[in-house]
């Protein structure tokens, strides 16, 4: 019977450190720092949690209590909070997406270019095969 286990803040920032600049999958880094061999699949789901914390709060959202179920009304402000997206965030966003829009029409034009390059090219070598 597993037991349930509590791992410090560190501890869990030390992982997904590691398996980010490592580029360990979720098996070798459960295989490295939770358990013995054959039971790391019983933890990856935890890896991809503590990933999904670490990339959505950073190192702050591990300092979150997460355990038990809570209720608007015993503490509002109790668990994860959701995501707001600043104005600005947003606006670079927008900007982004837009820079790459461009970006891409440039290059279906470029790529259309060169099909019509292609094709020139082709039918002059052909012409000059039957001359």
Known sequence: MRK??????EFK???IIDMRENNLTYNETARKYLCEKGK???????LKL????????GKAGFCLERRGRTTKIDNPNKGRQKKKLDKQVKQDLIAENQ???????????????????????RKRLQNQKKK
């Open 50 to 57: 503590w990933e999904r914390i670490f990339l959505e709060e």
């Open 40 to 46: 790391e699949s019983c933890f990856r789901s935890q």
């Open 4 to 9: 349930n286990r509590k791992y410090s803040p």
């Open 99 to 121: 820079q790459l829009k461009e970006r891409l029409e440039q290059l279906e034009m470029e790529n259309e270019y060169l099909k019509k390059l292609d094709a020139l090219v």
């Open 13 to 15: 920032i030390s992982c």
